[in-house]
């Protein structure tokens, strides 16, 4: 149990009997604070420390972080919402539970009682610049958006010198750069020092009037002194003294996490800490009464910070940014756009436009005029043209894709006939939000885009997004663990255990199943600390691809600092804080299904020749493809490849693309926590009659059968049947997404509730729709979203339905990507009777091949990717110097160049067998060159000085070692399955092909683990599958079971699953009753090496990663008995 | 001759050398910590059959086995353990030699036949090893790499040239990249060894696998290294007429001393302990036990400091032996000499060392800085003659000079009273300054931070002390901590 731990008893309420002042009837206004945006260092959220200014009823809280104005948009969301609260009335959750940045929620929420007096807080927007060069740390506090621009620059400035997450400014930097800033200065370490004095001499005579000089109590017992020193230097330097509180968390229970980040910023354990520990909760937020007592000698200190509050008057709102136009010489963007929609609606009607596709053109055109936003379909619109001069796939999605501008400029190719057109979902009038368009790019060609847009805009307009990288509970555990002393081992078995749990804490049942106490305070403390620290921002990282293009300099809007990768720049903000800027942002992301598509695409047209296929050009509604999509037959097809979805496509029975959609979207973990997947799965099957409550009603879900499933129908049932205006449907969209943080959904829910009823709707229908809605959160898709992925998957399936080895062929080619590994490709590529030929010097080249059989139909070359470790250079080498072929391993060395070590992965992957060289005589022959390069003297074979070796008779391998070998080398074997060479010594087992018909009853099977999920949505339950010779089988662990056999499932590689067959339609299933590791029996195939099969694809994976030990740290008899499996030595 | 050649393997020796002082019936382990984790370094057979095995992460083994004991592997005393076998089977055979941290090597030859022969020699062996707890695998071969072989991968005993063959190829001490690599072309015994050509191996696998081969066979010989014994430093002088006065014994003193002086300098070694035994002609022992605050071998230095201890001796009717022994010698290199080093240093030692010849040397303390914001753990005390004094204080705030546990006096109020008793002595505040505030570590649980957060105030008392008071604001209290100079 956690003692009660004293620091938590508000020290301030025996202050107050200290010496008593009566609060100033000013207040006080806070000018310096660090929130943890200043990594490992601040030790609250800069949504607390509003939060908690608030309550302390401080006129004004200026965040300024180290270098840095990452923080500042969060505390600016979270006082607007304090705000928008203030003016609604509704009570704050508790700052405990604030999460926002993380969007993650934990501990116990607490209502907060209202801060009396509704008066809150102002933000002040600045940083702590840090220099390197000066013993003065300044408080650059901007005073209007010039002087917030120059800031922002200065912090460009020195971020561009330095490596990502740093910067470096001198004094000469600050004195170029601030005009217009006020300037705070905090002298570091001894006031007295010659160049304290001369810096803050040299600011003065800079920017006369804009430096102060901050004193900021120590509570060391000499704070009289100290000020009265400060109070000296301020009269000579004649910069006026200011308070500060130079407060690093906003309540005093956060000293301990201070000190754990301190600990993990210096690479210290907690017994280390020393006097870098904090030596006191002071550093905390204070209120105007503790500030006047500190400072009652000198109260022009206090005075003196509404002063600079006055002068402050810059607001992030006023960051008014324009987006960049797509000038042409005399047209306006918006003429541009109207032309360029009417030339696609010409394309794209080529019988001539439907009055409805006319009618919505023209509605959208006014819209988007009218909202000033045709420059950004006109960026999105170029970035797309480029990708397709260049021949790179690419796909739109996001909320506003479903316009038919969109479809009109290309950006999408989803028909709008197909899907519903909500334009109140892509731009409402009032929200003044922008539209939000995503596009996908081929995985492997995406960089190109990108660069593309550094090169037309400049670096100085394009900056990609960051992206914040918090504290999540894996990292949580091990760096708190580390110091507070836990081994790493400890550590690694604590989030092991936490598997699936995600951010719940540690449960102590599972932690004395680790061995340790849970009583032990240490650990207590351990764990509490661990739930206060995941959240926390750690450093900012590039975001995956979203793009920030400005048409002024986009640095004087936020800072720019370099990203780890060469060639990029990012910002300081991420995605949620340029939304709450209301700033535009284009995702450029990438596809791995796309670069597959087009590679297919690519190899169709070399093959079959003729014209080249694109995505719009797919024949549509293919019923072959349907019915094998019908069969679950989907082994890497987009979307609807995983396991869930394949369960679910034999039960769906899709006919038409509008089904896809739906497919696509249902197997999602909102919906599935809503509740919607039986009704819905139900009313199709015809098991329930389909019905609305109202005819209004009839007219949204209609193409849904009565099921919500889209967040547009979500927001329209909040208009139609709650009487929601459409403003309010979109708050109540937008709370969807932040309930969790901010939890204010509970109004909306009566307001909907009461609306229902009152248009004569059951409760229960009521409280049902509002309960799915709610399961949306963030997990739903707009619709549009849902038809660009179905789209993909349409033509995934056709791909494949149609040309099995192309498609095999592209996948396998970009790798990785999808959900299965090579391996299930390949022998799924192999049960569509297509030929599957193995790796040969003399055939494949770096990526896999397509070759004409004599029977006309294609076969699948596998290409030297496939090999473990090998480089695409070798192969090029390979190929390039191929000639007629190689007629020894030899020639391949000298032709090609290829070292000793290269050409032993090609013998490992029985790539000579063409020259009649088994593997084990290929490594034979490999093994005896040694040299990197051929001596030029000797190269010559001919020659004479070629060695005559004496011919060796090596043993034959058996397959058993083959197969072993196969899977060392490429993860895969053409030769046997593992399972079909271990069935003769495992009695009783069912292959997996003969579930289908096995009687329903205990059944036994056996085969190596490929996917092992733990959906958050199936509480607790595991979902392995099993692959043998024969196909795949798919087990149910429910949690009792799970918690039983825990280590098996997470870790075992080959398993033999006892349990009861349970069968719907062609889905059949194994419920789990006992679970056996069988992965030592993968020994008994004869190889060293066996620890190579069964390992599985990271995303089709959810068990934690390293638990692995690798085997050869076991004894060395253990060795000597796995060669030798009959004999024992006892 | 013919070499014959026993390798002995203590498969769990540090296991089983832990469990000789302690048994335990249950599933038992030893973990060395490494790069931040716990694994599994040595295990007994229960735990074995439990699943276990070496490498394994200790949380892991904990969890797969709830009833299993551990203890932390001690690496030290298993080599000296190591050594004391080393020793004892001196008992067989004058040649006996370390192999790796958990094996033996000894050549019998001509001394089997002192126990009625090999196989008699190894049963005696195995009997006596087991009589002590100690499970060894015992293997006698023609060279140091058959005795191996049979010893690791062999049933144990006497190895002839076909058992040898039919061993694994792991039995020749090979690397595991080059085992491996063997065992991939399907070569898995020393005979398939034999069978290839000789020079298509050391093209592929080098001249490594060859050499342990032949070694194995006998065509290449290996050495055998004995273990070389640790210098004694000890010397001693017997008189020929018995001696009683001081300055004689001093004298006798003075000359093993430079005899042992100049011993420990061969080996650049300094004293630290010193035993001077003075044997008596009616056989009674006098001992002198000296014991130096560094170490030294300069005779002029420590000559002085046995004064006092040969004052006390007893000698009867006088000494007839004196033996001088340095019972703990460390390393001390030796080193360039110049002008100011060694001067003053060796002083304070001196003095260190004369004051504990009186008082003990352990009594001699010094204050070490420790970084810490909590006063009382804001140092330490550490023996002196054991400790370098360290470089700085670095103190932020002024500290009191003397620091003595808490001593609650009667005040009330968050400000430091005008009047209090202290000692008994009614005092006055003059002049206040303060609070400092201290809060707990709040990761070690101490006593006597209990109370909580403490401010603590400089009090100048008017009547001359200047104290050093805390004030306890979560449960509120004033004490006196420290008085300033």
């Given amino acids: 149990m956690i003692e009660v731990n004293h620091e938590h008893r508000p020290v301030e309420a025996f202050e107050r009997d200290r010496f008593w002042v009566e609060p100033g009837e000013h207040g006080y206004a806070e000018l310096c604070t660090t929130t943890n945006f200043t990594f490992l260092t601040g030790a609250s959220h800069p949504e607390e420390l509003i939060l908690r200014a608030a309550e302390l009823g401080l006129a004004a809280i200026a965040i300024t972080d180290r270098n840095s104005l990452a923080g500042v948009v969060r505390a600016y969301s979270a006082l ?34 209202r801060p009396d007096g509704a008066r809150l807080p102002k933000l002040i927007v600045g940083c702590r610049l840090v220099l390197r060069n000066s013993p003065v740390d300044w408080i650059a506090l901007p005073q209007d958006r010039p002087a917030y621009a120059r800031l922002s620059r200065l912090l460009t400035l020195g971020k561009r010198r330095a490596q990502k997450g740093e910067c470096h400014l001198d004094l000469a930097d600050v004195l170029e750069g601030c005009a217009g800033i006020i300037l705070v200065a905090l002298p570091q370490g001894d006031i007295h020092a010659k160049h304290v004095q001369k810096h803050i001499q040299a600011a003065i005579r800079r920017f006369p009037g804009h430096v102060f000089l901050g004193a900021a ?16 230097l301020a009269r000579r330097t004649s910069a006026p003294m200011v308070a500060v509180g130079d407060a690093l968390m906003h309540h005093a229970s956060r000293r301990q996490l201070a000190d754990v980040l301190t600990c993990i910023r210096e690479h210290i354990t907690i017994d280390e800490i020393g006097t870098r520990a904090l030596p006191n909760a002071e550093r905390r937020l204070k209120g105007a009464a503790d500030m006047a007592r500190m400072f009652r000698n000198h109260p022009a200190a206090i005075r003196r910070t509404f002063e600079i509050t006055a002068r402050c008057g810059f607001c992030l709102s006023e960051l008014s940014y324009e987006y960049p136009d797509e000038i042409g010489d005399t047209e306006t963007p918006q003429m541009r756009l109207t032309r360029l929609a009417y030339e696609g609606l010409e394309r794209r009607y080529p019988n001539g436009p439907t009055d409805k596709a006319l009618a919505q053109v023209e509605k959208e055109l006014v819209l988007v005029e009218k909202l000033k936003f045709p420059a950004y379909f006109l960026t999105v619109h170029d970035i797309v043209q480029f990708a397709r001069s260049q021949g790179i796939l690419c796909q739109g999605r996001g909320s506003a894709a479903n316009s038919i501008l969109c479809y009109l400029l290309g950006i999408t190719d989803v028909s709008p006939e197909v899907i519903t057109m909500v334009v109140e979902r892509f731009v409402s009038e009032h929200r003044g939000e922008p539209p939000d368009i995503d596009v996908d790019f081929e995985h492997e060609r995406r960089e190109e885009v990108i660069q593309h847009i550094y090169e037309k805009y400049g670096r100085h307009r394009a900056g990609l997004c960051a992206t914040v990288i918090h504290f999540r509970s894996r990292a949580a555990i091990k760096e708190v663990g580390k110091v507070m002393g836990l081994s790493q081992d400890v550590t690694a078995n604590l989030s092991g255990q936490i598997w699936g749990m995600s951010n719940g804490g540690a449960d102590p049942e599972r932690i004395r199943e680790l061995g340790l106490d849970p009583n032990d305070k240490r650990l207590a403390q351990t764990i509490r600390l661990i739930g206060e620290i995941i959240g926390f921002p750690r450093h900012l990282s590039q975001h995956v691809g979203g793009f920030i293009i400005t048409k002024g300099r986009l640095d004087e809007l936020c800072p720019i600092e370099n990203a780890a990768m060469e060639d990029r720049t990012t910002i300081e903000w991420d995605k949620d804080d340029i939304d709450a800027l209301n700033i535009l942002k ?19 047209e070399t093959h079959n020749g003729g014209e080249r296929l694109s995505i719009d050009r797919v024949p549509q509604a293919d019923s072959p493809t349907y019915d094998m999509l019908c069969i679950a037959d989907a082994v890497g097809v987009f979307q609807v490849e995983s396991r869930a979805q394949m369960n679910f496509l034999p039960r769906m029975r899709p006919r038409e693309f509008y089904d896809l959609v739906i497919e696509v979207a249902i197997v999602r973990p909102g919906p599935i926590q809503g509740g919607m997947v039986h009704p819905y799965i139900n009313r199709r099957q015809g098991k329930e009659s389909v019905s609305f409550p109202s005819e209004a009603l009839e007219k949204v879900l209609g193409k849904t059968l009565g099921v919500p499933l889209f967040q547009e129908q979500a927001m329209q049932i909040a208009i139609v049947a709650a009487g929601f205006t459409p403003e309010e449907a979109d708050k109540l969209r937008r709370s969807m997404a932040t309930f969790r943080r901010m939890g204010t959904i509970g109004l909306l829910r009566d307001k909907f509730i009461a609306g229902m009823l009152e248009r004569g709707y059951e409760p229960t229908f009521a409280e049902r729709c509002f309960s799915q809605i709610e399961g949306f959160g963030e997990y739903g898709f707009p619709e549009s979203h849902a038809a660009a992925f179905a789209m993909l998957t349409y033509v995934s399936s056709w791909l494949k339905c149609h040309h099995p080895a192309v498609f095999a062929c592209g996948l396998l080619n970009s790798q990785p990507m999808g959900f299965y590994a090579p391996a299930q490709i390949v022998r799924d590529a192999r049960e569509h009777q297509v030929e599957v030929r193995p790796i040969c010097v003399n055939n494949s ?47 391949l060395w000298q032709r090609a ?127 392995l599958t099993l692959e043998d010779e024969t196909g795949v089988s798919n087990v149910v662990v429910w949690r009792k079971v799970y918690e039983q056999f825990r280590r098996v499932v997470m870790g075992g590689r080959l398993l033999r699953v006892t349990g009861y067959l349970q069968r719907e339609g062609i889905v059949v299933h194994l419920i789990a009753q006992h679970i056996e590791d069988m992965s030592h029996r993968l020994s008994d195939l004869g190889h060293p090496m066996d620890d190579a099969i069964g390992i599985t694809q990271p995303q089709a994976d959810d068990a934690p990663r390293p638990p692995r030990h690798p085997p050869r740290a076991r004894h060395p008899r253990e060795q000597a008995k796995r060669l030798f499996p009959s004999r024992d030595f006892h | 001759m013919q070499k014959r050649v026993v390798s002995l393997w203590f498969e769990r020796l540090p296991s089983e050398r832990v469990l000789r002082a302690r048994p335990v019936d249950a599933p038992f382990a030893l973990t060395h910590h490494q790069k931040n984790a716990d694994r599994i370094y040595c295990l007994n057979p229960e735990a074995e059959r439990a699943g276990l095995h070496r490498g394994m992460g200790f949380s892991d083994a904990r969890a797969f086995c709830r009833d ?44 089997a036949h002192l126990f ?47 058992d040898l063959t039919a061993l694994p190829i792991a039995a020749l001490r090979l690397d595991e990249k080059t085992l491996t ?163 003053k240093e060796g002083k304070l030692d001196d003095l260190i060392t004369r004051i504990g010849v009186r008082i003990g040397l352990e009594n001699v303390q010094r204050f070490l800085p420790a970084d810490s914001h909590i006063p009382e753990r804001s140092f330490i005390v550490s023996p002196a003659a054991y400790s370098r004094p360290e470089g700085a204080w670095i103190t932020m705030q002024p500290r009191p000079l003397r620091l003595f546990p808490p001593e609650a006096i009667t005040a009330h109020g968050p400000h430091p009273p005008a009047r209090f008793h202290w000692r008994r002595m009614p005092l006055t505040t003059g002049r206040a300054t303060g609070p400092e505030r201290i809060a707990p570590e709040w990761w070690i649980v101490d006593d006597n931070w209990r109370s909580g957060v403490r401010d603590y105030w400089k009090v100048d008392t008017k009547e001359g002390q200047r104290l050093w008071l805390f004030y306890t604001p979560q449960s509120p209290n004033w004490y006196v901590q420290g008085e300033f100079a």
């Fill in chain 2, 68 to 111: 299993l004991q551990s203890r932390p592997a001690d690496i030290n005393a298993d080599a000296q353990f190591l050594h004391m076998l080393a020793r004892w089977s001196k008992r067989y055979c004058p040649w006996v030699g370390l192999e790796g941290r958990d094996g033996l090597v000894l050549t019998i030859a001509g001394s």
């Fill in chain 1, 845 to 891: 080249a770096w990526d896999n091949t397509l070759e004409r059989r004599p029977d006309d139909s294609l076969a699948l070359r596998l290409g030297f990717r496939q090999i473990k470790g090998f480089r695409e250079e070798d192969a090029g080498w390979i190929v390039a110097t191929r000639g007629n072929g190689y007629p020894d391993p030899e020639s």
């Fill in chain 1, 897 to 1023: 160049g290829i070292g000793p070590s290269v050409l032993e992965r090609l013998a490992d992957a029985d790539a000579f067998s063409d020259m009649g060289l088994g593997r084990r005589n290929a490594l034979w022959h490999v093994k005896a060159i040694r040299g990197q390069q051929p001596l030029p003297l000797f190269n010559d074979s001919i020659e004479g000085e070629g060695i005559h070796e004496p011919s060796v008779d090596l043993p034959a391998m058996h397959l058993g070692e083959e197969v072993v070998e196969d899977y060392v080398a490429m993860r895969l074997s053409l030769r046997a399955h593992p399972m079909e060479l271990l069935r003769p010594d495992m009695p009783n087992l069912t292959p997996h092909a003969a579930l289908t018909n096995a009687p329903l009853g205990r059944t036994v099977v056996c085969g190596l683990v490929i996917t092992r999920q733990r959906p958050g949505t199936a509480s607790g339950v595991v979902f």
């Fill in chain 2, 181 to 343: 690599g063997l065992q991939r072309l399907g070569i898995r015994t020393i005979a398939d060894i034999i069978a290839l050509p000789r020079a298509t191996i050391t093209r592929r696998f080098g001249r490594d696998v060859l050499l342990r081969l032949d070694q194995a066979l006998g065509d290449q010989s290996e050495d055998i290294s004995p273990l070389s014994e640790d210098p004694h430093y000890g010397v001693r002088m017997t008189l020929p007429e018995p001696i009683g006065l001081t300055g004689d014994v001093m004298a006798g003193t003075e000359r093993l001393l430079t005899s042992l002086c100049a011993k420990l300098k061969i080996n650049e070694k300094g004293a630290r302990i010193l035993l001077l035994v003075l044997r008596r002609v009616d056989q009674g022992n006098q001992q002198v036990e000296l014991r130096l605050a560094q170490p030294l071998r300069d005779a002029a230095r420590i000559l002085p400091l046995f004064e006092r201890g040969v004052d006390n001796v007893d000698a009867g009717f006088g000494i007839d032996q004196m033996r001088l022994v340095a019972t703990q010698v460390e390393n001390l290199p030796t080193q360039q000499m110049n002008h100011i080093s060694g001067q």
């Fill in chain 1, 80 to 113: 607007k919402e304090l705000k928008r609260e203030a003016t609604e009335a509704i009570g704050i959750r508790s700052s405990q539970t604030m999460d926002s940045s993380s969007r993650q929620q934990f501990g116990h929420s607490v209502e907060l009682a």
């Fill in chain 1, 586 to 604: 284009v995702d450029i992301l990438s596809l791995g299904m796309l670069t597959c598509i087009r590679k297919c695409f690519d190899l169709i």
């Fill in chain 2, 116 to 162: 009625g022969g090999e196989e008699a020699l190894l049963d005696d062996m195995r009997l006596r090893l087991a009589r002590s707890g100690i499970g060894a695998r015992i293997g006698l071969g023609d060279t140091r790499g058959a005795a191996w072989a049979m010893a690791h991968y062999g049933p144990g005993g006497i190895c002839t040239q076909t």
């Fill in chain 1, 217 to 232: 109590p120590k509570y060391n017992g000499q704070d009289q002194a100290y000020l009265n020193a400060c109070a000296n």
